[in-house]
C-alpha cells in the first residue's frame, strides 16, 4: 500500500470516526422514538428472567389487528423471556367488560380457545359483547363453558386481577394500546405495529446484554 494510499485512508477514518458513535445508538434504538423509559422502573412477576407485558383491549381495532403478529411473535421467544398481557380498562365500561371477560376466559380455561375469536366477533362481526349475559351467551354459542365463564366473571378472583390490571396500568404509565413493556424498565414504540414487536426485541437483546456485562441474571431496576 502506497504512503499516499495510507494517508488517504487515515483521513478516512479521521472523518468517519464521528459516525461510529450515532450508529452504535441506533442499532441500540433511540429513546423518544423507538422506545421511552418506565419512571420509575417496575418489579416483575418473573425474577431472574426478562418478562415482557403487551397492554391491550378486546375493544382496540389496533390490538385486533396486532393479535395475530405478537401471537406468531411470543411462540418464538427464547425460555429466558416471559410473555404475559394485561387488559386495559381505561375507566370505560365497555372495556373494563372485557378485561373481566379476558380473566374470566383465563380462569374458566378458555382463553385460549376464544381469545381471537372474541377479537373477531367484535371487529368484523361487530357484536355487541359490552356485559357479562351477552358475553357468557356468545362463549356459550362459540364451544365455551357459558355456566364456568359467568361464574368466575363475577368471582372475587377475577375482579382482583382487574384492579391489579388497572393498577399497572398507571404504574406503567400507559396511555395507549397495544403497548409493550420490557423488563418493568422500557416501552417500546413505533409507527407501526411491526415497528413495535422489533424495538421489543431490541429492547430485550439490550437487557440481555446490559445483565451480561453485569455477569447478572436480569433484573428489575
Not at 396486532?66 to 387488559?87: D, E, G, I, Q, S
Not at 417500546?188 to 413495535?196: H, P, S, V
Request: aromatic share 10%; glycine share 6%; proline share 6%.
Amino acid at each position: 500500500m502506497s504512503i499516499r494510499t495510507c494517508a488517504l485512508l487515515a483521513l478516512w477514518v479521521l472523518a468517519t470516526a464521528g459516525t461510529v458513535m450515532p450508529l452504535a445508538v441506533h442499532a441500540q434504538g433511540v429513546e423518544g422514538t423507538d422506545y421511552r423509559k418506565i419512571e420509575p422502573p417496575q418489579p416483575a412477576m418473573s425474577p431472574g428472567k426478562i418478562e415482557v407485558i403487551e397492554f391491550f383491549s378486546y375493544m382496540c381495532p389496533h390490538c385486533s389487528e396486532f393479535y395475530p403478529l405478537v401471537t406468531t411473535w411470543a411462540a418464538k421467544l427464547p425460555k429466558n423471556v416471559v410473555f404475559r398481557r394485561v387488559p386495559v380498562g381505561f375507566n370505560r365500561p365497555a372495556w373494563i367488560n372485557l378485561a373481566r371477560a379476558y380473566y374470566a376466559l383465563q380462569a374458566s380455561g378458555d382463553l385460549d380457545k376464544l381469545d381471537g375469536a372474541l377479537f373477531h366477533a367484535i371487529h368484523e362481526e361487530h357484536l355487541q359483547l359490552f356485559d357479562e349475559p351477552s358475553l357468557a351467551a356468545w362463549v356459550g354459542k362459540n364451544g365455551g363453558n357459558a355456566d364456568k365463564f359467568a361464574a368466575a366473571y363475577t368471582s372475587f378472583g377475577v375482579n382482583n386481577q382487574t384492579v391489579q390490571a388497572d393498577q399497572l396500568v398507571e404504574n406503567y404509565r400507559i396511555e395507549a394500546v397495544p403497548t409493550m413493556a420490557v423488563n418493568g424498565e422500557y416501552l417500546a414504540m413505533g409507527k407501526t405495529l411491526a415497528e413495535i414487536l422489533a424495538n421489543t426485541d431490541r429492547l430485550i437483546a439490550q437487557v440481555q446484554s446490559e445483565a451480561r456485562a453485569a455477569g447478572t441474571p436480569p433484573q428489575h431496576k
